[in-house]
């Protein structure tokens, strides 16, 4: 995922925040705020965040993701990362 992202339409770091890789299942995939409370999680990976909470577009910040799935070979995979949205 970009770690800079921003909601003005170029086709550029554009939302939606998510994850694209093959795997098996897929367990979650959550979006944090700096307070850290969930403001997103899906187990639909094809679904990401698209920078609204409560249907509010949110203003310029930095956000925490954390992902974990199940690849063909049967291992769980994790993945943490932070992402910023600029307005």
Do not use: C
């Not at 939606?16 to 999680?41: A, L």
């Not at 993701?65 to 063909?72: L, N, P, R």
Request: charged share 20%.
């Amino acid at each position: 995922s970009p770690t800079v992202l921003t909601a003005d339409g170029d086709g550029r770091n554009d939302l939606p925040i998510h994850i694209s890789v093959e795997m098996k299942s897929y367990r979650y995939f959550t979006v944090f705020d700096r307070w850290v409370q969930p403001i997103f999680s899906t187990q639909d990976f094809s679904k990401g965040w698209d920078g609204r909470v409560n249907g509010i577009m949110q203003n310029t910040g930095s956000f925490v993701w954390m992902a974990e799935a199940v690849d063909f070979m049967g291992n769980i995979i994790q993945r943490k990362g932070s992402s910023t949205i600029i307005q």
